[in-house]
C-alpha cells in the first residue's frame, strides 16, 4: 500500500478517522478535485469511500509503521479527524508531524486536547465549536443567511436587504462608516455583482455578502429593527 503523488502537483490530503467530520471533509476535498489518502478501521466505510479514491485503506493498528506503510507522509497536509479517543489523536498526530508532513491539522474536542496537539506541532480544528459559533450567530439575526468567521476581526457573512433599505444607494446606506461593512457582493436571482458602485440601488431581495466584524454585523441588523 504505497500512495504517491501525481505529476500534476495537485495537493494531496490524508486524512484518519472517517467519523462524521472525516467523512465529509473527504466527500468536500474529493468534489474539489483534490488528490486523498484515507485511513480507517471501519471496512464499510473505506469500501465506500474507494468510490471517490483509490487510496482508501483499512487500518487497525495506526502506529508509525503502519502509517508510512500506506504513503501517507508523501501528502501535502494530512488531517487527524478522531475525536472520540484522546490517546489515540494524540499518538497519530505525534507520529504525523515526526514525519515532516508539510501540515498537520488535528480536531480537538476539549481546549486541553485542543493544546497538547498545539504542542506537538498540529494546527488544531475544533468542528463541534466552530458550527456552533456559527449557528449562534444566525440565530442572533434573523436576515443574516450565513456565517464564517475567518479571524477575530474578519467575518463574511450573507444578508437580506432590509425592507427599509430598498431603494437607497450604496452610497446613502454608508456602511462602511457607520459600520465597518464592505460590501464584497451582492445576489438577486441568481445574478451575483461583484463590482459595486456607490450609485447602486438596492432591490427588493437582494442578498449582501458583507465582511467586517462581528459587532458591525450585529449592529447593522439592529439598526434594521430586527
Known amino acids: 500500500m504505497i500512495f504517491h503523488k501525481s505529476k500534476n502537483e495537485k495537493m494531496t490530503y ?29 471496512e464499510e466505510k473505506i ?35 478522531i475525536g472520540e479517543h484522546m490517546d489515540t489523536s494524540i499518538l497519530v498526530t505525534l507520529n504525523l508531524v515526526s514525519m515532516n508532513i508539510p501540515t498537520v491539522i488535528s480536531k480537538a474536542t476539549s481546549a486541553e486536547h485542543g493544546i497538547i496537539l498545539e504542542k ?19 440565530l442572533e439575526t434573523s436576515r443574516m443567511l450565513d456565517f464564517v468567521q475567518l479571524s477575530e476581526k474578519i467575518n463574511v457573512s450573507k444578508m437580506r436587504i432590509s425592507d427599509q433599505d430598498v431603494g437607497r444607494t450604496v452610497f446613502e446606506l454608508n456602511l462602511r462608516s ?49
Open 120 to 138: 506537538l506541532g498540529a494546527e488544531v480544528v475544533y468542528p463541534e465549536r466552530d458550527m456552533a459559533v456559527r449557528l449562534a450567530s444566525r
Open 178 to 226: 457607520r459600520f465597518g461593512l464592505n460590501i464584497i457582493a451582492i445576489e438577486n436571482g441568481g445574478n451575483v455583482m461583484e463590482v459595486i458602485k456607490p450609485d447602486y440601488v438596492f432591490a427588493e431581495n437582494d442578498i449582501l455578502f458583507l465582511a467586517g466584524s462581528k459587532e458591525g454585523l450585529l449592529k447593522l441588523n439592529d439598526c434594521a429593527g430586527n
Open 14 to 42: 490524508g486524512i484518519v478517522g472517517l467519523g462524521r467530520f472525516g467523512y465529509a471533509l473527504a466527500m468536500e476535498l474529493a468534489a474539489s478535485g483534490a488528490e486523498l489518502i484515507v485511513l480507517d478501521q471501519d
Open 47 to 81: 469500501r465506500e469511500l474507494r468510490e471517490i479514491t483509490e487510496n482508501a485503506y483499512i487500518i487497525a493498528n495506526l502506529d508509525k509503521k503502519a502509517l508510512m506503510e500506506t504513503g501517507i507522509q508523501n501528502c501535502d497536509v494530512a488531517v487527524v479527524c
